[in-house]
């Protein structure tokens, strides 16, 4: 199975969620129905939704649940809530662009950008609280109290050189994997799913985040601006202590290794080139990687319980994607 065919397999589904996201948007203040509609429409690949629709379905939701629009739901609720992150990211991190576009503090400015986000999230809550089930609930509201959690603790990890590979993975598993995991797991608590079903859904996401964000961070290093739809090197101007970078300085010659350090410490793109081609020599690509494709055999591995379905076999090859893709 490719890509496109797990986009193709709940293509039905996914206008619904884009239906009921445009819907749930509106507002009486205009500044809100621009700003909101503009990040939301603004070409994510709406991974996180998916992931709901592909774990409610893996376990027979649509069979069991003819009349019900739960997974619907739930999947803008994630989307929400994703989309409220990008926003207080932006301003935080002084992006000017994402996914190919201004952003939106870049447009409107910060304070707007920032109101706007926490539209999103109390609005999310609305969403969530329609479904009338306090266990997806708790798992949203955990879920977004450790997101914020993982937003301070990569602030405090920001021009820190000394940031280890544990800290940073730390961060990703909260700031990153944490959704993509509620995500997984709200598909299973919707189909009443078994304990060890549910815990293994939320392994699933958790390690899908994962590799995800550490593509992410290979990709900042690997791909141009267009295949990224930002400026390659942002998360070195924003002395961002990325896995690429620590590994680099472990294995690099001490010179360059305090190039980095440096760079970290201060932030700037002055010396971006040398940089990219350390990390390159060293072989820091690579590692990170091999680390990624570790975290996607174990989201896979984490799915052993689930009967086998067109829609487990999506699951697996979005696992693989996250590791394969080059945007």
Request: proline share 1%; net charge negative; aromatic share 6%.
């Amino acid at each position: 199975m490719k890509i496109e065919d797990v986009f193709q397999l709940i293509e039905t589904d996914m206008d619904r969620v884009n239906q009921y996201i445009q819907t749930s948007l509106h507002s009486e203040v205009v500044l809100i129905n621009q700003i909101s509609h503009y990040i939301i429409n603004s070409g994510g690949k709406r991974l996180r939704p998916i992931l709901v629709l592909l774990s409610a379905n893996s376990l027979g939701y649509s069979q069991q649940n003819d009349n019900s629009d739960e997974d619907i739901k739930l999947a803008a609720v994630i989307e929400f809530i994703h989309t409220a992150t990008l926003l207080h990211d932006d301003v935080v991190d002084e992006s000017e662009l994402r996914r190919g576009k201004n952003t939106a503090n870049d447009l409107w400015g910060n304070a707007a950008s920032v109101l706007v986000g926490d539209f999103l999230y109390s609005r999310a809550f609305e969403m969530m609280v329609s479904i009338n089930k306090m266990r997806v609930m708790e798992i949203l509201s955990h879920s977004t109290n450790t997101i914020a959690e993982g937003e301070v603790l990569q602030l405090l990890n920001c021009n820190d050189a000394s940031t280890t590979e544990e800290r940073y993975l730390e961060v990703i598993h909260c700031k990153t994997a944490k959704l993509f995991e509620s995500a997984s797991q709200l598909g299973a608590v919707i189909c009443n799913a078994s304990k060890e079903v549910e815990e293994g859904m939320a392994k699933f996401g958790m390690h899908l985040g994962t590799a995800f964000q550490l593509i992410d961070d290979v990709l900042d290093y690997s791909a141009s601006s267009e295949e990224m739809g930002k400026n390659v090197g942002d998360d070195l101007a924003e002395g961002k202590p990325t896995l690429p970078l620590i590994y680099a300085m472990q294995k690099a010659s001490e010179e360059q290794s305090q190039m980095i350090k440096e760079a970290i410490e201060n932030g700037g793109l002055d010396k971006i080139e040398e940089i990219t081609q350390t990390i390159q020599e060293s072989g820091a690509l690579d590692y990170t990687r091999n680390i990624a494709r570790q975290e996607a055999d174990l989201a896979i591995q984490s799915l052993a319980d689930i009967p086998d379905s067109e829609y487990k076999q999506a699951l697996i090859c979005l696992a693989n994607f996250s590791v394969e893709r080059a945007f």
